[in-house]
């Protein structure tokens, strides 16, 4: 038997064998009786997505209130005392 087949058996009781064979090959035929009669093949992989990266801080920066001039601070605690 080639090193990429296996039989029903095979398949059923040990299952994880014929999966690293598929990972090895690409492909595994299954036999039944002997005679091949099965392929199982593995499908192509998606593209892993790049998680969104996030700058928290930065957009905090962005919605904070921007800081009084010092002028301002006199002009604001001026109206205060009034």
């Known amino acids: ?20 064979k598929i990972e090895e090959h690409g492909e595994v035929t299954i036999t039944d009786h002997g005679e091949p009669a099965y392929v199982i093949k593995s499908l192509p ?7 969104l990266v ?15 001039s010092a002028e301002e601070t006199r002009l604001f605690w001026e109206e205060e005392r009034r």
């Open 45 to 51: 992989r998606p593209a892993k997505r790049t998680a």
């Open 54 to 68: 996030r700058d928290y801080y930065a957009r905090l920066l962005e919605r904070q209130p921007k800081a009084l």
């Open 1 to 20: 038997m080639s090193a990429n087949a296996a039989t029903i058996r095979e398949l059923r009781t040990d299952f994880r064998s014929v999966k690293r």
